[in-house]
């Protein structure tokens, strides 16, 4: 009976050697497919088993991590300024996911990241508890303060720009919201995640990249950069062949003014600036053509969807194909063009540093102290324009706001230009206009900033809604805190 | 140390009658007791040490039981090696000791399984039942190893076995079924108390199957006639147990047992080629078993379910699962994968995400979380010794029903590993048993206790120096007493197997 008996045990081990062959190849071969599995919950509770790194602005941490020992979950995220800094940070919550920085920095941030893979492995062997990376932003907090004070309970958003490196300074949404609200799994997070989104203030926006306004009278500016790249105009103080009221070529529709007291018929490139004359833009935009406004608006960046400063921006839109007097609506800001607030800002950066767009970003460097895995090297987006029309355009930005209307921005000891816009929108323009002022200022140690302020429907009465009165003095309060003022 | 000096034994007729130093008979022979009391302070210290693991891990201290879970492993570890020391000792070594350890990492984990708990439903602390459970089952191992005083006794119950393992597992059937139980009608149940009897039948037939071919092997090896190129025995010889056979397999499928219902079928089928020696069983087994498994799958509402979610493990994570789909293979292979090589540590697992299952069917997956791949195969190397180890007894066994017993014993063990073990990890479809001793689960600990002690009785007998009359006359036979064609070869050898 034996002989049987041994091929028995051959079986047996055949069956054992099976099942450690099968084992292998789940726990060796498909493990890391297993264990990231998308219903997996373990990535979950992982991203919150230990502290999370920290999101750094201006020095100080603005997030923390927070010991709550759940059943499920260790720690809990929860953010210093939450509703100052969601822009910037988005949310990372233990039932609703992540957002922002906090989403596409996530690698660095619960330590997963391949390049902190030296760090981990020598904090396991040194004893160390784990912890994930810190990610150091851009933004001044002195400017954030500025433009979230600045908007208060208004709706709207602002971005702050350093012109000569990209580096965004600030960026500010209207309302916003508390991340820390639901940062958690219990029935309370829940309940605060749903009456975010069921708000029809859409707190949960980030009005600064991802939504688009008519630009209005600020889109000027694109304009008067194609007229000077074109050859069109030569100087800021060429008179311009325009009629007051201006009829849109083909129809029979009147573009008008503001006001129709303001001197825009043949008025000079820098009065009608000054004044932001419609007409004349308008007129200069159509025997310009949609197609150079739009070359010339893509090479501020309008058109591109992938402006990541990393989170990425929705795309700024200028028309192709317009009828004329379409795009002479396109010229002043109004029709079908359409920009985030960012885009504005990089417009006014541009402009201010000699025509040369920087690649704006907000984070400077990732990994903690002593153990930096990436610092942000500036670089070039595009030469928007030449040195020579970027520094008429200064000229024209400049006596808006000595001048015209932009006279709430003047900064005492500094060089300030700007562009107000009040954008028309809603269905033959029935919504309360949008509030718009772009600009940038100089101080006297070289230090720069450019700026974008939005306000959607700040005020009640429509005639008291202006760029002018309503964004300029938040962008002034953050360009003074921009430049130290 | 001399309790490891494996010469002394392994040359036949030479061994037998040298004196070596160290805790040998007066023949001889040596017992190895001391290398079981060796390997059982191991195998009580790794579980003890594993339960302060998770204590730190999950309360980061240890944990308040400690001493008492130490002393009380020990002190019933130490009662079994007694009773060994006393009632069997030429018994193998490594059969305690192997038992023990799994027994113990089971109550850990199910222990730690416990303090998870409080995130499920339908959850409840199982781990002091458990612990009871044990202490009756090494209650049971002592009184199998004291009352049984020579494993040819059961021979002479081999018909009163068939009656009982019968009735056994055809008694869950008159029992009302609880949705709890899902789908599987394999309980007794007296109020709150509960027996699986498959797993005691699992012995009883053993030994059933190894009394009756034990006397028809020769018969059946022999008196057969040709048929399709295969040899056929008459009727009247394989007539008895193909009708128990078949019966008992008819009640598990009525009962929807399925992992049972192969167990017994593979048990059989080893049984009966062992016996006969003829390789057309495993023909004959192979093609059964592939009929069998077409006809059940196809009409099994209950069987389709299992083969699916072995499939597509994932399935059941869709937003719109099939209907009764289990999320229980994906989440244990996401968890054996999170485990990765060397596992996330005790305690530090996510365990509980496979459900309450995981203290029965699927400890398996949480071991494999918490231990990794190296702890799975661990344990598969333990699992694998025992079998070894049963399989060695039948071969060094003298009497042709010790070694049938033995064989049928150690099998069934290593398919009910296959089965369980197999099926969590996705390797075959599920089917649904227990993983002896590391499962939660009272019926199964007492019997797998009973079968290591029976297997311990048998090799006892066998490397016991002076054989002992055989309490029924056996038919004459090469495995007889004298040396046939089996013997002499060193391997199976008295005391050879060290």
């Known amino acids: ?485 | 140390m001399s309790t490891f000096d494996v010469s002394s034994g392994s040359a036949p007729g030479t061994g037998r009658r040298r004196r070596t130093a160290g805790p040998v008979t007066v023949d001889g022979v040596p017992t190895r007791r001391n290398t079981e009391l060796l390997m059982l302070a191991f195998a009580v210290a790794i579980p003890v040490l594993a339960y302060a693991n998770v204590g730190l891990a999950i309360d980061g201290s240890l944990p308040a039981g400690m001493l008492a879970y130490g002393l009380g492993m020990g002190a019933l570890a130490a009662v079994a090696h007694l009773a060994v020391r006393r009632f069997a000792p030429y018994a193998d070594p490594l059969l305690l000791p192997l038992a023990t350890l799994l027994n113990g990492l089971g109550l850990v984990m199910i222990w730690r399984l416990d303090k998870a708990g409080k995130l499920l439903r339908n959850n409840f602390p199982a781990a002091s039942n458990q612990l009871m459970w044990s202490g009756l089952g090494i209650a049971m191992f002592i009184g199998v190893v004291l009352l049984l005083k020579d494993h040819r006794i059961l021979q002479r119950y081999t018909y009163i076995s068939m009656v009982v393992a019968l009735v056994l597992l055809a008694a869950p059937a008159f029992f009302p079924s609880r949705t709890e139980d899902f789908g599987a009608k394999i309980w007794i149940r007296f109020g709150s108390f509960s027996i699986q009897p498959g797993e005691f039948a699992k012995i009883i037939l053993t030994v059933f199957f190894a009394g009756f071919l034990m006397v028809k092997k020769d018969a059946l090896a022999l008196a057969s006639r040709k048929f399709m190129g295969l040899y056929l025995p008459r009727g009247r010889d394989l007539g008895p147990i193909i009708v128990v056979w078949l019966l008992s397999i008819l009640i598990l499928v009525f009962e929807t047992d399925l992992g049972s219902s192969f167990l017994f079928f593979g048990l059989f089928v080893v049984m009966l080629y062992v016996a006969t020696e003829r390789t057309s069983w495993i023909v004959f087994g192979l093609l059964m078993s592939f009929g069998g498994a077409a006809v059940v799958a196809t009409s099994e509402p209950h069987v389709k379910t299992r083969i699916n979610a072995w499939l597509d493990p994932m399935a059941a994570f869709a937003p719109k699962p099939p209907p009764q789909s289990s999320e229980q293979i994906g989440q244990t292979l996401m968890s054996l994968g999170s485990g990765g090589t060397v596992g996330s540590g005790l305690g530090q697992g996510r365990s509980w995400l496979i459900q309450f299952a995981a203290k029965s069917d699927f400890i398996l997956g949480s071991f494999g979380e918490e231990l990794g791949l190296t702890g799975l195969m661990a344990l598969f190397m333990v699992y694998g010794l025992i079998v070894q180890r049963g399989l060695r007894t039948a071969l060094a066994a003298r009497d042709p029903f010790g070694k049938l017993l033995a064989v049928g014993l150690s099998s069934a063990f290593a398919l009910q590993v296959f089965v369980v073990a197999g099926g969590v990890t996705g390797l075959i479809p599920l089917t649904g048993m227990t993983m002896p001793f590391l499962a939660q689960g009272g019926s199964s600990v007492v019997a797998n206790w009973a079968l290591i002690a029976v297997l311990m009785k048998i090799s006892d007998t066998a490397r016991r120096p002076a054989a002992e009359p055989a309490a029924i006359p056996e038919p004459a036979g090469p495995d007889r007493y004298g040396p046939g064609p089996d013997r002499g070869a060193p391997d199976q050898s008295r005391g050879a197997s060290s």
């Open chain 1, 1 to 485: 009976m034996n002989k049987p008996i041994r091929r028995v045990s051959i079986f047996c081990l055949v069956l054992v050697l099976a099942l450690m062959l099968r084992v292998n190849w789940v726990q060796g071969v498909q493990a890391s497919a297993w264990a990231n599995n998308s219903h997996n919950e373990r990535v979950k509770y992982d991203r919150y088993a230990y502290p999370r790194g920290n999101i750094i602005v201006g020095g100080q941490a603005v997030t923390k991590s927070d010991l709550v020992n759940g059943l499920r979950y260790k720690y809990k995220r929860s953010w210093v300024d939450g509703p100052m800094y969601a822009p910037v940070t988005g949310y990372s919550s233990q039932a609703f996911d992540a957002s922002q920085l906090e989403k596409l920095e996530d690698g660095v941030l619960s330590g997963t990241d391949s390049r902190l893979f030296f760090r981990n492995t020598l904090d396991m062997l040194t004893g160390k508890p784990k912890q994930g990376g810190d990610v150091v932003t851009t933004i001044d907090p002195k400017v954030q303060r500025a433009a979230f004070e600045g908007l208060g309970d208004k709706k709207g958003a602002a971005v702050a720009i350093d012109p000569r490196t990209g580096a965004i300074l600030a960026l500010v949404s209207t309302p916003s919201y508390d991340p820390t609200t639901f940062s958690g799994g219990s029935d309370s997070d829940s309940k605060a995640k749903a009456a975010l989104d069921a708000d029809p203030n859409k707190p949960l926006l980030n009005r600064a990249l991802r939504e688009t306004y008519p630009p209005g009278s600020t889109f000027k500016l694109v304009t008067a950069a194609t007229a000077f790249e074109s050859g069109k105009y030569q100087n800021p103080t060429d008179t311009t062949d325009t009629p007051n009221p201006y009829v849109l070529p083909g129809t029979s529709t009147e573009l008008k003014n503001a006001s129709s007291t303001e001197p825009c018929e043949n008025a000079t490139v820098q009065d009608a600036m000054d004044l932001s004359c419609n007409t004349v833009f308008g007129k200069m935009g159509a025997e310009l053509g949609g197609d150079k406004l739009r070359t010339q608006a893509e090479k501020f960046g309008f058109n591109n969807d992938q402006v990541d400063v990393p989170i990425r921006a929705a795309a700024s839109y200028f028309p192709k194909g317009s009828s004329p007097d379409g795009t002479a609506m396109d010229a002043i800001g109004q029709h079908d063009t359409r920009a985030t607030p960012l885009q504005m800002a990089m417009v006014a950066a541009a402009i201010a540093n000699n025509g040369s767009l920087m690649q704006p970003y907000l984070v400077a460097q990732e990994g903690s102290a002593g153990n930096v895995i990436s610092t942000h090297t500036e670089h070039q987006m595009s030469q928007a324009v030449s040195p020579a029309t970027a520094q008429k355009l200064q000229q024209l930005m400049e006596s808006v706001v000595q001048n015209g209307t932009g006279r709430n921005a003047r900064i005492p000891g500094a060089t300030v230009g700007g562009k107000t816009g009040t954008a028309q929108h809603g269905q033959d323009n029935s919504g309360l206009p949008f509030a718009w002022f772009v600009s940038y200022a100089k101080g006297a140690d070289g230090k720069q900033v450019a700026v974008a302020v939005v306000v959607e429907d700040g005020a009640a009465e429509r005639n008291e809604i202006s760029g002018g009165s309503l964004a300029a003095p938040i962008a002034k309060a953050m360009m003074q805190a921009g430049l130290g003022k």
